[in-house]
C-alpha cells in the first residue's frame, strides 16, 4: 500500500515516515510540507536520521494524494480541512491524527468520508481506546455522587488545550452518564468563588517537557476514589496506530471511522 505523509517534518511526520519503512506491505508515496517551509527539498529517509529514500518532500499536496493510496494527516486544523477535500476529490483514504479540529474541520471530514474512508482519532493507540470504552461504562456504571474530573499532561510544544484525547475522555463519560458534554464541561477554574457545580466535569491541563501524553480519568466518590490512566511511553503508538489504520483501509467503504472500528473494539 502507497502511504503519503502531509506534514512529513513534524514530530508526528518523522514517526510516520520511520514506521511506513518499516512495516511490511507499506511504501512511502512521499511526503509535504507547506510552500516555504525550509525543509522542501530533503530527503525522506535523511530527515528522519536513516538511509537515502530518494523521494524528497515537496509542497504539491495535490500530487501526494495521486501517488497514494491513503494519507496520513497529523498537521495544523486547517491544513486537515484542505487534506479533507482533496480525499473527496480523489478517493484517497484519509488518516486523521490531527487534534484541535472544530466543527467546521469536522464537515469538511464528513464530506470527504462520502467519498473516501476516513479515519479519525484524537488518538491513535491501542491502550487509549481501551481507555474510552473503560471510561464510557464506569460512568454509567457509577452514580452522580461521583464526581468525574480528567487530568492531562503534555510537553511543552502541544499547543492545544485540553487535548483531544481528554475531550474524546470527558465525551466518553458524559455518554455514558447520558449527557452531553456541552452542558456539563468545565474547561478552567480560577478565582475566589469557583465551586464545582454537580454534574460537571472538569478538565485539568499539565505542560512540560517531553511528555507524549497522560490521561486519567478520575471519578471522585463519598468515601472512595476510581484512578482510570494511561500513559504513551512514546509517540511511536500513534504512528503505528495511525499506519494500522491506513492498512485498514483498504477495499474499505466510504465513510467516517473511528480508531475504535479500526481496532474492532466496538
Ligand atoms: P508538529 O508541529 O511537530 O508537526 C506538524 C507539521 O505539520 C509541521 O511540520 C507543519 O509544518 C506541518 N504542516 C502544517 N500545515 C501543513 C500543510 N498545509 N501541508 C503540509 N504540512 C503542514 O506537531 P506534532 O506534534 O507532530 O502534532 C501534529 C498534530 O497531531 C497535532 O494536532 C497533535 O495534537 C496531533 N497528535 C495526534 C495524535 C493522535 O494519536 N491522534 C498523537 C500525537 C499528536
Redesign the pocket.
Known sequence: MKIGI??????????LIAEVLGVEGCQLAGG???PG?G?LGQDLGLLIGAAEHGLSIG?D?GALFKASDAVVD??????TA??AALSGETGVALI?????LEAQHMEALGRAAAKAAVVQ?????VG?NLLLGLTEQVASALGDDYDIEIAEM??R????AP???ALALGAAAAKGRGVNLEDVSDRGRDGEAVPRIAGDIGFSVIRGGDV??DHTVIFAGPGERVELTHKAGS?E??AR??IRAALWTEGRAPGLYS?RDVLGLD
Open positions: 502531509v506534514g512529513a517534518a513534524g514530530r508526528m511526520g518523522r514517526m509535504t510540507e507547506p517551509s525543509v509542497d499536496t497529523f498537521t495544523h486544523p486547517d491544513a484542505a487534506h486523521v491524527g490531527t487534534t484541535g482519532a484524537a488518538n491513535m493507540s487509549v503534555h510537553h510544544h502541544k499547543v492545544d487535548s483531544g484525547t507524549a501524553g509517540r503508538i500513534f496506530g495511525a480508531m
